[in-house]
Antibody, heavy 121, light 108 residues
Framework: EVQLVQSRAEVRKPGESLKISCQAS????????VGWVRQVPGIGLEWMGVFYPGDSNTHYSPSFQGQVTISADKSTSTAYLQWYSLKDSDTAMYYCARLRSAYYFDAFDVWGQGTMVTVSS | EIVLTQSPGTLSLFPGERATLSCRAS???????LAWYQQKPGQAPRLLIYGASSRATGIPDRFSGSGSGTDFTLTISRLEPEDFAVYYCQQYGRTPKTFGQGTKVEVK
């Protein structure tokens, strides 16, 4: 079964750093793009960016470029989303998701269960 | 970036009725790279439709997608109790791959 399992909920203070993870199983991790989507509670979905583990190619939304880092470790089939200095406005649910194919222009067909990040002083 | 506008914001229908959801893009979507997702409370989104009209694996045939260019539609032919949820469209033909703001389908 193809699955993405995300790390647990996190609470941090503004200015702190954080790295959340997304463990993939049931498919060849290197052959599919994996991305991150933000959902502020009660609001809609925002596409943050995607990473291709096969060659480390990365695309970010301009809204998130420079604010987060998306990466992955092929040896553990794990994708990461990292902040170096969190803001209150980063409070949201974060989903990792896999594109349907190795083609960049494709939809997300498998989703993780979400990681809630709360940033509060 | 491409802005997707979904309408209506909320659709109130009885089980068994037909639901028609609209997604309009601010620019032509390349190759009809338009997807629809369903999200229920406390759950991750689920892919229903990709390529504007292709059903994802395991999606019942009461869900259908249509449209091209800038105007797209998701139709649920007969609403089942489990279909009451929020539905999002997404264009994936241009970076950033934006989502619409969602349409909530609720029980009347």
């Amino acid at each position: 079964e193809v699955q993405l399992v995300q790390s647990r909920a996190e609470v941090r203070k503004p200015g702190e750093s954080l790295k959340i993870s997304c463990q993939a199983s049931g498919y060849t991790f290197a052959n599919y793009w994996v991305g991150w989507v933000r959902q502020v509670p009660g609001i809609g979905l925002e596409w943050m960016g995607v990473f291709y583990p096969g060659d480390s190619n990365t695309h970010y939304s301009p809204s998130f470029q420079g604010q987060v880092t998306i990466s992955a470790d092929k040896s553990t089939s794990t994708a990461y989303l990292q902040w170096y200095s969190l803001k209150d406005s980063d409070t949201a649910m974060y989903y990792c998701a896999r594109l349907r194919s190795a083609y960049y222009f494709d939809a997300f067909d498998v989703w993780g269960q979400g990681t809630m990040v709360t940033v509060s002083s | 970036e491409i802005v997707l506008t979904q309408s209506p914001g909320t659709l109130s229908l009885f089980p068994g009725e037909r639901a028609t959801l609209s997604c309009r893009a601010s620019q032509t979507i390349n190759n009809n790279y338009l997807a629809w997702y369903q999200q229920k409370p406390g759950q991750a989104p689920r892919l229903l439709i990709y390529g504007a009209s292709s059903r994802a694996t395991g999606i019942p045939d009461r869900f259908s997608g249509s449209g091209s260019g800038t105007d797209f539609t998701l139709t649920i032919s007969r609403l089942e109790p489990e279909d009451f949820a929020v539905y999002y469209c997404q264009q994936y033909g241009r970076t950033p791959k934006t989502f619409g703001q969602g349409t909530k389908v609720e029980v009347k």
